[in-house]
């Protein structure tokens, strides 16, 4: 299967006014979730659908009580961007993978063939 990241993309604006944000802050999120079985197909994510969604929840979450209009438009801007594979794998590589570990620190990495 082609990955096209474009598929999912929108264009982006900025908002008028608080109404016209909070409507574009709700359907990014909508939209997100509604796209969590195709990117779960897209990327081959080893993961529930379920686990898709809440972790896309979370990261709405992490931003929930910002509360300058410019600040959001930036958020929403990074939101159409994440559909690329590098920036949706960011987010849920450590759910995918549990038994990777990281290094304690450098020189145990190196013996261990690591980078």
């Known amino acids: 299967m082609t ?64 509360s300058q209009m410019s600040v959001i438009d930036v958020l929403l801007y990074q939101s159409h961007a994440e559909f690329q594979l590098s920036h949706v794998m960011k987010y849920f590589r450590p759910e995918e993978d549990p038994g990777a570990r990281l290094p304690r620190n450098f020189v145990s990495g190196f013996l261990e063939g690591r980078n």
Do not use: C, G
């Not at 909070?22 to 999120?29: A, E, H, N, Q």
């Open 3 to 66: 990955i096209n990241p474009t598929y999912l993309a929108q264009r982006t604006r900025s908002s008028v006014n608080w109404n016209d944000t909070k409507f574009r802050v709700l359907k990014s999120y909508r939209e997100w979730l509604r796209a969590s079985p195709e990117i779960q197909t897209m990327y081959s994510l080893n993961m529930p659908v379920s686990a898709i969604r809440t972790k896309i929840r979370q990261e709405f979450e992490k931003h929930r009580y910002v």
